[in-house]
T-cell receptor, first 113, second 109 residues
Framework: IAGITQAPTSQILAAGRRMTLRCTQD?????MYWYRQDLGLGLRLIHY???????GKGEVPDGYSVSRANTDDFPLTLASAVPSQTSVYFC????????????FGPGTRLTVL | GQNIDQPTEMTATEGAIVQINCTYQ??????LFWYQQHAGEAPTFLSY??LDGLEEKGRFSSFLSRSKGYSYLLLKELQMKDSASYLC??????????WGAGTKLIIKP
């Protein structure tokens, strides 16, 4: 692994189903983030983690949960998907919150029907 | 509320210069970022400004005026590969990035 990876690449999901988007980084970055990107809107922060074992809510956390059991992995779970959660989801990481550059994964395109 | 404004779309000619503006109103300021995003790909970091003035990096330069809540990204000697969306983001008082919707730059030969 080089950098930050996400899985799956894309997914079509029935409303009401549970879904976990995976994110793994091998850069030993402390901070990790989940964003959603919708047409005509900027990236919006869903949840973040400053370091393993801690998480925080971003701008649009409702309907999503995260965990950070170790440094490398930061999964995002939709407990019961709704059509408004159709979006492109990006995971990102940075050495720390104060560091200047965030490194982004390739994204997961999720469609909820 | 927090707000980042940038033009939705711009068109420029290969070899020319283009300036993409960004204005912001945020709760606190801990730096302004520019990212490039090609269609269907992830954003990649271009520049960071925290003090007023111009930061130059090759063909790309970024300017910041904190008193005016204003930044611009200047792209020189445009190449076809510069066709992409350019995202402006401000790091607020909580060290979270607030993102603009992006400016789609179309380069014509």
């Amino acid at each position: 692994i080089a950098g930050i990876t996400q899985a799956p690449t894309s997914q079509i999901l029935a409303a009401g189903r549970r879904m976990t988007l995976r994110c793994t980084q091998d850069m030993r970055h402390n901070a990790m983030y989940w964003y959603r990107q919708d047409l005509g809107l900027g990236l919006r922060l869903i949840h973040y983690s400053n370091t393993a074992g801690t998480t925080g809510k971003g701008e649009v956390p409702d309907g999503y949960s995260v965990s950070r059991a170790n440094t490398d992995d930061f999964p995002l779970t939709l407990a019961s998907a709704v059509p408004s959660q159709t979006s492109v989801y990006f995971c990102a990481s940075s050495p720390g919150l104060e560091n200047n550059e965030q490194f982004f994964g390739p994204g997961t395109r999720l469609t909820v029907l | 509320g927090q707000n980042i404004d940038q033009p939705t779309e711009m068109t420029a000619t290969e070899g020319a210069i283009v300036q993409i503006n960004c204005t912001y109103q945020t709760s606190g300021f801990n730096g302004l970022f520019w990212y490039q995003q090609h269609a269907g790909e992830a954003p990649t970091f271009l520049s960071y400004n925290v003090l007023d003035g111009l930061e130059e990096k090759g063909r790309f330069s970024s300017f910041l005026s904190r008193s005016k809540g204003y930044s611009y990204l200047l792209l020189k000697e445009l190449q076809m590969k510069d066709s992409a969306s350019y995202l402006c983001a401000v790091r607020d008082s909580n060290y979270q990035l607030i993102w603009g919707a992006g400016t789609k730059l179309i380069i014509k030969p």
